[in-house]
T-cell receptor, first 114, second 114 residues
Framework: DQQVKQNSPSLSVQEGRISILNCDYTNSMFDYFLWYKKYPAEGPTFLISISSIKDKNEDGRFTVFLNKSAKHLSLHIVPSQPGDSAVYFC?????????????FGQGTTLQVKP | KAGVTQTPRYLIKTRGQQVTLSCSPI?????VSWYQQTPGQGLQFLFE???????NKGNFPGRFSGRQFSNSRSEMNVSTLELGDSALYLCASSLVGRVNEKLFFGSGTQLSVL
């Protein structure tokens, strides 16, 4: 039962263009969402997060959008850079949110071409 | 500040054996979580420890167990290994495990079961 789904296993974009990574979830009780980035042979690193009380959060080139009615979130990277090539995981925190448990999607491999 | 350290980096075992993986969190972090990463499945939550107590557990069989020591270091054990246990095992730490804290991941232990 995959509660967090990233339906696109891979995405390829040109340097300088926008990258849009999508994530869907099934549990309306999720109250906090995060994106992590993973390079080969390294552990995931935190990228950006959003609380369910917001619909948008920005951090530099990265923006996360949350559409609660559609149970959908997306990560926008503008402009995309070759160094952004990595696997991107979205994750959700189930209630109660005071524990270290996150539910991750399967990941999307982003390739940014120079 | 040293990051999360996982040992060993690689491990090869045969079916039926048991294995112990080790994780040293960032100094001062008291919450340690473990995740299993397999191709196509993303990261799946195994368990979380806080102050030497298991606070949350994922949907894995009892062959998977863990513990945390008074210095916050953690170990996970898998008994009676199966071929399907081949995966990257990731450990993550945070201050107290609140959802709005960043999780800091180690580079993982790649386990191969033959």
């Amino acid at each position: 039962d995959q509660q967090v789904k990233q339906n696109s296993p891979s995405l390829s974009v040109q340097e300088g263009r926008i990258s849009i990574l999508n994530c869907d979830y099934t549990n309306s009780m999720f109250d906090y969402f995060l994106w992590y980035k993973k390079y080969p042979a390294e552990g995931p690193t935190f990228l950006i997060s959003i609380s369910s009380i917001k619909d948008k959060n920005e951090d530099g080139r990265f923006t996360v959008f949350l559409n609660k009615s559609a149970k959908h979130l997306s990560l926008h990277i503008v402009p995309s850079q070759p160094g952004d090539s990595a696997v991107y995981f979205c994750a959700a925190s189930p209630m109660p949110s005071n524990t270290g448990k996150l539910i991750f999607g399967q990941g999307t491999t982003l390739q940014v071409k120079p | 500040k040293a990051g999360v350290t996982q040992t060993p980096r690689y491990l090869i075992k045969t079916r039926g054996q048991q294995v112990t993986l080790s994780c040293s969190p960032i100094s001062g972090h008291r919450s340690v979580s473990w995740y299993q990463q397999t191709p196509g499945q993303g990261l799946q939550f195994l368990f979380e420890y806080f102050s030497e107590t298991q606070r949350n557990k994922g949907n894995f069989p009892g062959r998977f167990s863990g513990r945390q020591f008074s210095n916050s270091r953690s170990e996970m054990n898998v008994s009676t290994l199966e071929l399907g246990d081949s995966a990257l095992y990731l450990c993550a730490s945070s201050l107290v495990g609140r959802v709005n804290e960043k999780l800091f991941f180690g580079s993982g232990t790649q386990l191969s079961v033959l």
